[in-house]
T-cell receptor, first 115, second 116 residues
């Protein structure tokens, strides 16, 4: 079955360490996204990528970095510069083209806890 | 810039009753799309329903319908005949269709609890 795989489901890190969250999709989608979810805050956009080797900052990109070397993969690195990294991170993708009603397809998320 | 407002942090409904979850939005785009997602406690985001700004009719998908009032900039989700499995967080989101971007802007969500 096609879908988006985020791993691991739970991730624990010590403060000051960089950590990379994995996101892989086999839907043949061009566009991929990273959102952060905090209690009471809804989803906020961190980074997105429309095509391979290209990506743009979202609303809260500070302290994060991404790469898009392959269509299927869009890993997110949470750096030590991110002041409040503990959150639930959701990866999403979208069908190619400007189809107006095309929803985002989401992975199951990674819950990151930094102590 | 786009903004989504969901004013109900939590809603309670009894099984088999209908419930309306509110969503208002603000955008400068003349053409846009509105989406509703469901997030159960497992964390996955499940797409429920879509409404385009130029759609003449309100969208419906099974027990879900969208009460779209363009002049009021509201896109309320109506769930008919609530089921226990409907207990979840519900997010309203929008996409400006002329801005050239494909990102979604989300509201803060409404927690729905369905009781027996």
């Amino acid at each position: 079955d096609g879908g988006i795989t985020q791993s691991p489901k739970y991730l624990f890190r010590k403060e000051g360490q960089n950590v990379t969250l994995s996101c892989e999709q086999n839907l043949n989608h061009d566009a991929m996204y990273w959102y952060r979810q905090d209690p009471g805050q809804g989803l906020r956009l961190i980074y997105y990528s429309q095509i391979v080797n290209d990506f743009q900052k979202g609303d809260i990109a500070e302290g994060y970095s991404v790469s898009r070397e392959k269509k299927e993969s869009f890993p997110l690195t949470v750096t030590s510069a991110q002041k409040n990294p503990t959150a639930f991170y959701l990866c999403a993708s979208k069908k190619p083209g400007q189809v107006n009603n095309s929803p985002l397809h989401f992975g199951n998320g990674t819950r990151l806890t930094v102590t | 810039a786009q903004k989504i407002t969901q004013t109900q942090p939590g809603m309670f409904v009894q099984e088999k009753e209908a419930v309306t979850l509110d969503c208002t939005y603000d955008t400068s785009d003349p053409s846009y799309g509105l989406f509703w997602y469901k997030q159960p406690s497992s964390g996955e985001m499940i797409f429920l329903i879509y409404q385009g700004s130029y759609d003449q009719q309100n969208a419906t998908e099974g027990r879900y319908s969208l009460n779209f009032q363009k002049a009021r900039k509201s896109a309320n989700l109506v769930i008919s005949a609530s089921q226990l499995g409907d207990s979840a967080m519900y997010f309203c989101a929008m996409r400006g269709l002329n801005s050239g971007y494909s990102t979604l802007t989300f509201g803060k969500g409404t927690m729905l609890l369905v009781s027996p």
